[in-house]
């Protein structure tokens, strides 16, 4: 039978570039030819949520959020406007960073839905957020004599949203890559704004736990770290604060082996997609998946 | 797909063919083979292929059956784009050879038969006469994506159907599916809307019913759609949904008893619920129309009057920005606005100098 894939993210109604790694991903998913479909869904662009299924051909679909963290959007936005009538958050019982799957039914189309947890809290986003610190570090090495901090938005809204973030920081840091890990936020604490109060080491990679590059990553956590006086004036990479060299990474949603990630939930949730995993992690850089 | 059309049709001929006045039936006998313009019967399978041989409704069927996509929806369009279901299959290709070229929205499609079979030309209906040097080619239907996300002017589009298509590229030789793959792009989900109206299946979620499940930063328009009335969406709708601001046709009404009072547009493919737009707007025209309305006392000329009346007209049609530079006979033009602001302005902008009540 064949398998489609419909990825659900933000989108803008105001920044053209915010469905631009939605974009890249699913063309680096679809030329693996993993899936008969590949389609881009939005919940301020278009294909709308509301609409994207009957675009589908495909009987059996796997859904995938390209959002950071479970909660509002996951829980309830998406499964409504694509009409999965039967879903209850407690099918993927999850402690607000281990969703997995749920197969449903769409209301309006029928096919059967494979419902995936967020991009944002599988195991392997912690393996992306490394290859954004070497990517941006232009080192594959990076690690000794760094610091990283994970920053993410904070509880404004959802408490899940730090757990997204505390969960990749202490992730990383069981790897022993870097000298110091430490998850930072917008608007609690600990604070993104006081970053280099937070790492003894001289060097630190700061990576935003964000899909896309927008006012957050690219206005206010730059200006709020002393980056800039202003963002327009733009940064260096890196740029010294305090005494401390901070390289900013910029979203890392717009990292390419973000693709990975999509394509390991749709295989969590049983789509045949071992070889393009293979091809995806090869041409991004972050070598064989270890161990699974 | 690259199966030669009379392999395919000697292949499916034990089970029977009957499209578009092409018939084949097997028989005790051998085989039937009938179209308008020629009957044969008792022909074994040497004979059938003679008979099929470069055979216009032969190469329709196969066309049809085998290179066009197979799903209602983009079956049933690719059909309506070249009036099969109303052209016999000569007419047809006599239409075909020369191009047979429909709208979409801004879209103009031309469908054309060469020798590598049928082929789809898409441009913007405006660079219907413009010379294939002119334009942009582009292969790749998800080019598309970029030419859909800004107008001629730069800007943002953040909705896919409104009448602001940029203008100056050409997909000159798509095939059948990635036509319609190009379609969606630019008109995402209009051809399966289409279609499902076509067959009496289109889903409308009106207002009321879309306004009810909204939750979270706009769960609050839900506090403006009170049932006593529905004058607030009248004006949503002539604001936003007008065939000047969106070329679908606005089918979804109050609710399924109460009918808008304004025009939903002639576009040719249907609005099913109101748009993730119309609701952002509507989360802050619900904010803004909780306020009670204030009596300000101002003096203005006539003119000035009517100059205000001019630049809200300007600015809601989206003229202000092509009024001459020296047009200072339009109220809206920018020296006769300034010279407004200048007069009338308090240091602070307040309009006439009164202060705006909280």
């Known amino acids: 039978m064949e398998q489609a894939l419909v990825i659900a993210a933000h989108g803008s109604h105001l920044n053209a570039e915010s469905s631009t790694p939605t974009f890249s991903h699913a063309d680096t998913i679809r030329a693996t030819g993993a899936f008969s479909e590949v389609r881009e869904s939005f919940w301020k662009e278009e294909p709308h949520f509301r609409e994207a299924l009957r675009t589908v051909d495909a009987d059996e679909v796997y859904l995938v959020p390209l959002f950071i963290s479970e909660g509002y959007f996951t829980e309830q936005v998406i499964p409504r406007e694509f009409r999965l009538d039967e879903w209850d958050p407690e099918l993927w019982g999850s402690d607000g960073t281990s969703a997995d799957v749920a197969t449903l039914t769409a209301d309006d189309t029928g096919q059967t839905v494979h419902y995936c947890g967020p991009v944002g809290t599988h195991d392997s986003m912690s393996d992306v957020i490394v290859q954004r610190a070497k990517s941006v570090t232009d080192d594959p090495d990076v690690g000794e004599g760094f610091g990283l901090a994970v920053v993410g938005h904070g509880t404004e809204r959802n408490e899940n949203s730090a757990k997204a973030i505390e969960y990749h920081a202490d992730r990383i840091a069981e790897m022993d890559r870097f000298d110091e890990v430490k998850a930072l936020f917008m608007d609690e604490d600990p604070e993104v704004d006081d970053v280099t109060d937070f790492f003894e080491s001289d060097d630190v990679v700061v990576v935003p736990l964000f899909i896309a590059d927008g006012y957050h990553t690219q206005e206010d956590i730059p200006e709020d770290m002393g980056l800039c006086e202003d963002y327009r004036d733009g940064w260096g990479v890196p740029e010294t604060v305090d005494g401390h060299d901070i390289w900013y990474a910029g979203a890392v949603g717009t990292e390419p082996l973000m693709a990975d990630v999509v394509l390991e939930r749709a295989a969590d949730a049983g789509a045949d997609v071992r070889a393009a995993i293979e091809q995806v992690r090869g041409e991004s850089g972050a070598g064989s998946a270890a161990g699974d | 797909m690259d199966e030669d059309p009379v392999d395919a049709l000697v292949a499916t001929a034990p089970d029977g063919i009957d499209f578009d006045g092409l018939s084949v039936e097997a028989g005790e006998d051998g085989y039937a083979f009938e179209t308008p313009d020629e009957a044969a019967s008792g022909l074994d399978e040497a004979a059938l292929r003679d008979a099929a041989a470069a055979d216009p409704y032969v190469e329709n069927w196969y066309f049809w059956h085998a290179v066009a996509p197979q799903t209602d929806a983009r079956w049933a369009f690719l059909r309506w784009l070249e009036g099969a279901e109303e052209l016999a299959v000569p007419e047809r290709y006599d239409a075909l050879a020369d191009g047979l070229a429909t709208e979409w929205g801004q879209l103009q499609i031309t469908v054309s038969l060469h020798d590598a079979g049928r082929r789809y030309d898409l441009r913007h209906v405006d660079d219907s006469e413009t010379p294939a040097a002119d334009l942009a080619a582009h292969e790749d239907p998800l080019d598309a994506r970029d030419l859909a996300k800004h107008d001629d002017d730069g800007d943002y589009r953040p909705l896919k159907t409104a009448p602001s298509l940029q203008t100056g590229w050409q997909f000159p030789d798509l ?90 547009g002639d576009g040719t493919f249907p609005c099913r619920e109101p748009c993730s737009l119309v609701v952002a707007a509507a989360r802050q025209w619900t904010k803004l129309e909780g306020e009670q309305a204030q009596t300000y006392e101002f003096e203005l000329t006539p003119s000035e009057k009517e100059q205000v009346e001019a630049i809200i007209d300007a600015v809601a049609d989206g003229r202000a920005d092509g009024i001459r530079e020296a047009d200072v006979y339009d109220g809206a033009n920018r020296y006769r606005t300034r010279f407004l602001r200048a007069k009338l302005f308090d240091d602070e902008g307040n309009l006439a100098g009164v202060e705006t009540d909280d």
């Open chain 2, 175 to 264: 095939a059948a599916a990635d036509l319609v793959e190009a379609v969606h792009t630019l008109y995402p989900a209009t051809v399966q809307n289409w279609h499902r109206e076509r067959e009496g299946e289109l889903d409308v979620d009106h207002w009321h019913e879309t306004v009810s499940r909204q939750t979270g930063i706009y769960g609050v328009v839900r506090t403006w759609d009170r049932g006593e009335g529905y004058e607030h969406v009248n004006w949503v709708a002539e604001a936003c949904c007008d065939d000047s601001q969106c070329l679908k046709r606005r089918e979804w009404q109050y609710d399924e008893e109460t009918e808008l009072d304004v025009d939903g």
